[in-house]
Every structure is written in structure tokens, then in C-alpha cells.
């Protein structure tokens, strides 16, 4: 953790202390997870607050795990500031897929900072195209940009099978948020790694596409 930026650590930290209080108090984590009928109902903050909430520890460390490993490409390639408007950014772009998507199902619920990190990633990813990341199992790295489309591809799969207990389309949409934020905030990636951006935006397409043929349900 020395290494880590005092945003990275103080994020980590909020997400620690309010899961911990909703894993200790079940009305507070009724309160603020994601739900769909509340959040139709005028219950917005849980847009928000639903981010900060883990079904249990193994959920929390996994995603501050992932975190830990990619906040700082993104606050040294950007800014401190930059890094918070990604990560909420992407927090938001990922339920509101998730309401998109389930927006009749009013008994649908969800929690976690899934969105918000895979947002930092594909936010790395864009920034350190060429980054390599070691998986389990997996003996060889694997090129940033290459997981980056994997691992959406995959999302789309598991939209669409509605595979686990597993956000897929969270996860999706914070993707899409940190990379359009990402380009709107350092639009030069544009010209300095435009093959790559290209590559990265093919699962978003892909998504879209399947989404208006109605190949997604």
C-alpha cells in the first residue's frame, strides 16, 4: 500500500468501512444497495451507494484486489482527480446499464464495486495498451488490451446466458464509462494509440449491435 496514491487508499477505505457496517447491519445494506423498484421509486443515491456495499469479504477483497493493481497507471498516467472522475464515472455508467437492462424487474438487486474498478482497468488498459497482466492458471502474459477485450466479450456472454450471481452488465458499463471518460479526458490517446482504442471499442459494438437485432436476450 506505500506505493499507492492517498486517493486510491482513501477509496479502498470506504469501500472497507461501509461494506463492513452493511455486513454488521443488514437494514443499512437493505438501505443502500442497488434495487430497482426503490431506485424507480425516487430512491437515487443507491445509484451510488450500492457501489460502496460487498456481498461478503472474499467480494470485497476481490475487487480491492484488482484496484490495488491498476489505480495508480491511471493516477500516474492522468491525475488524482481524474482517477475519482473515472471511478465514479464508471460506477454510475455500470447501474445504469444494470437499470437499463433490468428496469422491469423491480425485485433485481445488486452491490459492489465491480463497475467502478472494471472502469479503472479498461481506463489502464487505454492508457498502458501494452501492459502485460498474469492470470491464474494462465503460464504466459497476456497484452492488456487483449484481456481488456476478452473479459467484455466474456461480460457479453454472461449477459446473456445470465451466467452466476454476477453483474455482468455492471461490469460492462463501467467499462464503457472509463473509456469514454478516458478519452474525453486525455483525447491525444486518439492519435497516439488510435489501433488500439479501435480494438478496445470492437466489445462495445459488438454490443450494441446485438442489443438492437435483439440477439442479447
Given at each position: ?167 455482468h452488465d455492471a461490469h460492462f458499463g463501467g467499462a464503457i ?41
Open positions: 500500500m506505500l506505493n499507492l496514491s492517498i486517493v486510491t487508499i482513501v477509496i479502498i477505505a470506504a469501500n472497507v468501512v461501509i461494506s463492513l457496517k452493511g455486513f454488521d447491519d443488514r437494514s443499512f445494506f437493505e438501505r443502500y444497495k442497488f434495487n430497482v423498484g426503490s431506485i424507480r421509486r425516487g430512491e437515487q443515491i443507491r445509484m451510488f451507494s450500492s457501489g460502496f456495499l460487498h456481498a461478503d469479504t472474499t467480494h470485497l477483497f476481490m475487487n480491492m484486489f484488482t484496484l490495488y493493481f491498476f489505480a495508480d497507471t491511471v493516477v500516474n498516467g492522468l491525475s488524482n482527480i481524474y482517477f475519482i472522475i473515472i471511478y465514479i464515472a464508471s460506477l454510475i455508467f455500470g447501474n445504469l446499464l444494470s437499470l437499463y437492462f433490468h428496469k422491469d424487474e423491480y425485485w433485481y438487486s445488486a452491490i459492489g464495486a465491480s463497475g467502478a474498478v472494471t472502469g479503472i482497468l479498461y481506463s489502464a488498459i487505454l492508457l498502458r495498451p501494452d501492459m502485460s497482466l498474469y492470470m491464474f492458471f494462465v503460464p504466459i502474459p497476456i497484452p492488456g488490451y487483449v484481456f481488456g477485450i476478452g473479459y467484455l466479450l466474456y461480460s457479453i456472454y454472461g449477459m446473456k446466458n445470465r451466467i452466476g450471481n454476477i453483474g464509462g472509463g473509456y469514454l471518460i478516458t478519452l474525453i479526458l486525455k483525447p491525444s490517446l486518439l492519435e497516439t494509440n488510435l489501433g488500439y482504442v479501435a480494438l478496445l471499442a470492437i466489445p462495445i459494438i459488438i454490443l450494441f449491435v446485438m442489443h438492437k437485432t435483439g440477439k442479447l436476450s
